[in-house]
C-alpha cells in the first residue's frame, strides 16, 4: 500500500528565502506525481506535475524534481513571498493507468514579511 | 470561467437526512473524482468515472453512490447521513485516468 510522507508538518519562513518542501513515497512504481496548493477554506490548485521519466518540472519561481528509486520528491520555491502561504501537498499516482492518487498530509507553509 | 464547479458550497443537515453535491467540470475531460477531506486534512479518494463508467471504488459506505449523467457532471449522493460524514467533499476532473486533476472549490459538509 502506497503511503505519501510529508514532513515537517507547518514551515515559517522569512520573505525572500529559497525553501525547498520535501515529500517521500514508499512504493516507487508511479506513474506521476503532482503537486498542490491549497489556501486556507479553498479547493487544490495544481502546481507541477511531473512524470515517472522525468527528474523535473519547471514552473516561474517553482521546480519540483523527482528521484523515484529513492521514493522522493521536493518542491522548490526561489524567493518566497507572503502569498505564498499555503499548504503544499503532493500526491502519487500509481502505474497502471489507475488514477488514483495518494496524497499526503501537506506543509503549511508561512512566509513571514 | 470557472473550471470545476460544485454545488452547494456549503450544506448543513440533520442525521439520518438524504442529500447531494454536484459537480460540473466545463474542461471536457474525460475522467472525474470525489475526494473527502477529513477534519485533519488528510485527502481520500471515494470515487472515479471515466466517460461516465466506474472505474474507482474506493472502501466507502454504500450510504454514498456516485452517479454520472455525462461526462461533464459527477454528483455524489449520500443517504441517511451520520456524524461521521461530515467534511469537505471535492470533486476533481482530469483529462484522462492519471493525467493532472483539476479540483473544485469543495463542498463543506455538516451533520449535526
Known amino acids: 500500500k502506497q503511503e505519501v510522507t510529508q514532513i515537517p508538518a507547518a514551515l515559517s519562513v522569512p520573505e525572500g528565502e529559497n525553501l525547498v518542501l520535501n515529500c517521500s513515497f514508499t512504493?516507487?512504481?508511479?506513474?506521476?506525481l503532482q503537486w498542490f496548493r491549497q489556501d486556507p477554506g479553498k479547493g487544490l490548485t495544481s502546481l507541477l506535475l511531473i512524470q515517472s521519466s522525468q527528474r523535473e518540472q519547471t514552473s516561474g519561481r517553482l521546480n519540483a524534481s523527482l528521484d523515484k528509486s529513492s521514493g522522493r520528491s521536493t518542491l522548490y520555491i526561489a524567493a518566497s513571498q507572503p502569498g505564498d502561504s499555503a499548504t503544499y501537498l503532493c500526491?502519487?499516482?500509481?502505474?497502471?493507468?489507475?488514477?488514483?492518487?495518494?496524497f499526503g498530509k501537506g506543509i503549511t507553509l508561512s512566509v513571514r514579511p | 470561467d470557472t473550471a470545476v464547479s460544485q454545488t452547494p458550497k456549503y450544506l448543513v443537515t440533520q442525521m439520518g437526512n438524504d442529500k447531494s453535491i454536484k459537480c460540473e467540470q466545463n474542461l471536457g475531460h474525460d475522467t472525474m473524482y470525489w475526494y473527502k477531506q477529513d477534519s485533519k486534512k488528510f485527502l481520500k479518494i471515494m470515487f472515479s468515472y471515466n466517460n461516465k463508467e466506474l472505474i474507482i471504488n474506493e472502501t466507502v459506505p454504500n450510504r454514498f453512490s456516485p452517479k454520472s449523467p455525462d461526462k461533464a457532471h459527477l454528483n455524489l449522493h449520500i443517504n441517511s447521513l451520520e456524524l461521521g460524514d461530515s467534511a469537505v467533499y471535492f470533486c476533481?476532473?482530469?483529462?484522462?485516468?492519471?493525467?493532472?486533476?483539476?479540483f473544485g472549490p469543495g463542498t463543506r459538509l455538516t451533520v449535526t
Open positions: 500526491a502519487v499516482s500509481p502505474t497502471g493507468a489507475n488514477s488514483k492518487l495518494t
Open positions: 512504493d516507487s512504481a508511479i506513474y506521476n
Open positions: 476533481a476532473s482530469s483529462q484522462y485516468p492519471a493525467y493532472e486533476q483539476y
